[in-house]
């Protein structure tokens, strides 16, 4: 810990620095040259340095849709798409590559990752059938591609480097499209690859948001799951610092597209960050705090187009911001399911039946919320699963049902999360009476309301027509007019 203390600024040294590359950051040839001389300025800095890309920005959802093509569509049309996807790549290729003794390697190795791509969407349609192990093969491809392409920039450039397939250091469980990694495996596998690697001075340039299985089939991390490599590796190697670099300048105080005077947060707690990931600030995938905290090791969020700027900070030691909500975020797509009845008083049992039946559906609950009369339990949940997480309940509930004891199941879609997030609200008074305050200023009208027992957070369920001027509202009475009192 002490160590890693001496490089909680960006601008120290030390021996091992992972550092992330988001897809707008991998997403075009000048970004991608730009990414390629951050590397060049830090490598002489460290004794190990490994690169972690993306998909080109949107190439992850390209992929997903030509997969879905694949199984519902015409074979003509995800061809065709694919052919454009692989255009685009070639286009980026020959700008970057033009004349570069790599340029033919990198483009042989890219030319087979797209005939696997055709084969696999050609596997799908003549299956009819998409399995999740298949989509994970197929959105795995914009990763590996763009670390090709990546590392061979870096060769150009004059930089001794390598790309590194996750799928030979992470080993994860089978849980397609969100799969866990097997710590223990992916530490020995990572150092026994990476080591031979980085005692030759060569950059590693490892794909982001994959794995494999032990048996070696493809996985994922989930959408934005390369910050969570990121932190694994950083993790393995017991690395100095993780850097990620972005599009924004940091952490925000909310996010900028829906609140343009969102300021950047210069230090942030694991706590904090970890509670503003997990309610929706999209700028760090929410699993990427673990492996970073068992370690103590800092993680800086950077802007890849204004590398000047330090970033966010986020480490165990960040100052409290004594009764200051820190961040505001925003959850969409959610329902909120709501199950009542006056015959629930009393009636032991019934919250644990409910989850149970939740759980069945592998559906995650993000928020609970239950009135003390305890004539209700209401629960937020992604609106995909809504349909399925009603039958269960009711199903689960069926003689409450008839005898009246629960009068209904009911879902309330589209709705969004609201949390304001800050460490110092732990023991704050007040904080809570600004908040409501702020939104009952704007007639907004608070379906549901839970704190988090961590006290790190308030949420408040609004309908999505509410969702950004209760953020906008929230940011600037408690946030922006805060901090000037
Ligand atoms: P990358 O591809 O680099 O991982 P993402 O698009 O996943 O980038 O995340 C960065 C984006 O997250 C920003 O462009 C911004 O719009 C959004 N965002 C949402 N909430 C926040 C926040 N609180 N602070 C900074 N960015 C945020
Ligand atoms: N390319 C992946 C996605 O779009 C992973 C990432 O960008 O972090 O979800
Ligand atoms: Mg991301």
């Known amino acids: 810990m002490k160590e890693k203390e001496q490089v909680n600024s960006s601008k120290g040294h030390g021996r091992t620095l992972v550092m992330k590359f988001g897809g707008t950051s991998v997403g075009s040839s000048s970004a991608i040259r730009q990414a390629a001389q951050i590397v060049h300025a830090e490598q002489p800095h460290w004794q190990?340095?490994?690169?972690?890309?993306?998909?080109?920005?949107?190439?992850?959802?390209?992929?997903?849709?030509?997969?879905?093509?694949?199984?519902?569509?015409?074979?003509?049309?995800?061809?065709?798409?694919?052919?454009?996807?692989?255009?685009?790549?070639?286009?980026?290729?020959?700008?970057?590559?033009?004349?570069?003794?790599?340029?033919?390697?990198?483009?042989?190795?890219i030319k087979e990752l797209f005939a696997m791509l055709r084969s696999l969407c050609s596997g799908i349609h003549i299956m009819g059938e998409l399995t999740p192990r298949g989509l994970d093969a197929v959105a795995s491809l914009g990763e590996r591609i763009n670390a090709r392409l990546f590392s061979a920039v870096l060769e150009q450039e004059g930089i001794s480097s390598q790309e590194v397939d996750a799928?030979?250091?992470?080993?994860?469980?089978?849980?397609?499209?969100?799969?866990?990694?097997?710590?223990?495996?992916?530490?020995?596998?990572?150092?026994?690859?990476?080591?031979?690697?980085?005692?030759?001075?060569?950059?590693?340039?490892?794909?982001?948001?994959?794995?494999?299985?032990?048996?070696?089939?493809?996985?994922?991390?989930?959408?934005?799951?390369?910050?969570?490599?990121?932190?694994?590796?950083?993790?393995?190697?017991?690395?100095?610092?993780?850097?990620?670099?972005?599009?924004?300048?940091?952490?925000?105080?909310?996010?900028?597209?829906?609140?343009?005077?969102?300021?950047?947060?210069?230090?942030?707690?694991?706590?904090?960050?970890?509670?503003?990931?997990?309610?929706?600030?999209?700028?760090?995938?929410?699993?990427?705090?673990?492996?970073?905290?068992?370690r103590g090791i800092p993680l800086w969020v950077k802007n890849t187009f204004n590398p000047s700027h330090p970033g966010t900070c986020i480490n165990g030691n960040a100052p409290s911001h004594d009764g200051r909500i820190t961040a505001i975020t925003a959850i969409r797509g959610l329902s909120l399911i709501t199950v009542e009845g006056r015959g629930m008083i009393g009636v032991p049992g019934i919250a644990a039946r409910t989850f149970s039946a939740v759980a069945r559906h592998d559906a995650s609950v993000l928020m609970i919320s239950q009135s003390s009369s305890e004539q209700s339990i209401c629960f937020v949940i992604p609106s995909e699963v809504e349909k399925e997480v009603v039958h269960a309940i009711e199903d689960e509930m069926a003689l409450e049902l008839t005898r009246h004891d629960i009068d209904r199941v009911w879902a309330q879609p589209n709705v969004v999360i609201v949390t304001a997030i800050g460490s110092g609200m732990r023991n704050t008074p007040g904080v809570s009476a600004r908040l409501f305050g702020a939104l009952g200023k704007e007639n907004i009208n608070v379906i549901a309301i839970a704190q988090g027992s961590s006290e790190y957070s308030i949420s408040v369920v609004v309908d999505v027509t509410d969702a950004d001027q209760a953020v906008q509202q929230i940011h600037q009475e408690v946030i922006i007019n805060g901090s000037s009192k």
């Open 48 to 109: 190990n340095l490994v690169v972690v890309v993306s998909a080109m920005s949107g190439v992850t959802d390209s992929l997903i849709a030509c997969a879905r093509e694949s199984v519902t569509g015409s074979e003509q049309t995800c061809q065709e798409m694919i052919a454009d996807l692989q255009y685009n790549h070639g286009m980026v290729l020959n700008d970057l590559l033009l004349g570069s003794a790599d340029r033919n390697v990198a483009q042989q190795e």
């Open 167 to 294: 799928t030979d250091l992470i080993v994860t469980d089978d849980g397609f499209q969100h799969a866990c990694p097997l710590m223990g495996e992916t530490r020995s596998r990572t150092l026994e690859v990476m080591q031979p690697l980085l005692e030759q001075h060569r950059v590693a340039v490892v794909t982001g948001f994959i794995g494999a299985t032990q048996d070696g089939v493809i996985t994922t991390l989930g959408r934005g799951g390369s910050d969570y490599t990121a932190a694994i590796l950083g993790d393995c190697l017991n690395a100095d610092a993780v850097w990620t670099w972005t599009d924004v300048d940091g952490v925000m105080t909310a996010d900028p597209r829906i609140v343009p005077d969102a300021r950047v947060i210069p230090f942030l707690s694991y706590n904090e960050v970890s509670e503003m990931a997990y309610f929706g600030a999209k700028v760090l995938h929410p699993k990427t705090i673990r492996p970073v905290v068992e």
